[in-house]
């Protein structure tokens, strides 16, 4: 199994750790990425979104370490829900300075925050963990370097329902997806040929919905449509 070897590969243990250490190792992480995120807000406020995406891209990988460690889904989804509400709460106190803005016109970090527990929920039931980790990890990394890509870079504009994107960052979104996806499902079902059309399919479908980002919304629907759309290709076509 790809996790117990994994696990095996980089901590020399047999068998899945204790819980109480699953949970220490998952708020190590998150505690270092706040604290990354909190010294470069300190030093860069004048751009609040690099702060943001060190905190977008640095709690997503959570994802992994869940995989890896083989957390149960009622952690993973407590979580979940205890994150939505600090965002929640976050929107209208400064809890979060830095990450979310004071009556800023978005919930992209509680729909982030939910889209965790959603896919936790599906996809740890199904014993298919990799789904709701591709999922995650395509709005973690892909979106995460559209926008920066994008800001900086996005020369080309167009515009969705009011939004503006770039043609730049979207390509960004679609590269960056591919790759994930790949990753992923190569590590899962092998070289095949449905892990690399799956990987296109997904990755560009994952860049129509970034475009619609509402309020924030692509933050729930790219996740959850990556990861239901890849495991439904996956269980439709022949692994050949």
């Known amino acids: 199994m790809l996790v117990a070897s994994l696990l095996s590969t980089f901590t020399g243990l047999e068998s899945v750790p204790p819980l109480w250490l699953q949970i220490a190792i998952i708020l190590v992480w998150v505690l270092i990425i706040l604290a990354i995120a909190w010294v470069v807000n300190r030093f860069a406020n004048d751009d609040p979104e690099i702060v943001r995406k060190i905190v977008h891209i640095g709690t997503g990988n959570v994802i992994l370490l869940a995989w890896w460690l083989d957390i149960p889904a009622s952690i993973g989804i407590t979580a979940s829900v205890v994150a939505s509400a600090i965002t929640l709460l976050s929107y209208r106190l400064p ?43 395509v709005m973690t990394w892909g979106d995460g370097l559209a926008a920066l890509i994008g800001q900086r870079f996005g020369k080309h504009k167009y515009q969705v329902f009011g939004g503006q994107k770039s043609w730049e960052g ?24 449905s892990t690399w059309l799956v990987s296109l399919v997904v990755a560009v479908v994952a860049t129509g919905l970034e475009a619609f980002s509402f309020l924030g919304i692509d933050n729930l629907t790219v996740p959850l449509g990556s990861a239901a759309l890849a495991f439904f290709l996956i269980n439709q076509l022949p692994n050949i």
């Open 95 to 137: 809890i979060l300075p830095g990450i979310n803005s004071v009556g800023r016109q978005s919930l992209g970090t509680f729909f982030y925050s939910l889209s965790f527990g959603v896919l936790i929920a599906c996809f740890w039931y199904l014993q298919q963990p990799q789904y709701a980790a591709l999922g995650i990890l």
């Open 170 to 193: 979207s390509l960004t979104m679609t590269i960056v997806s591919y790759i994930v996806i790949s990753l992923i499902l190569l590590g899962v079902q092998g070289n095949i040929w």
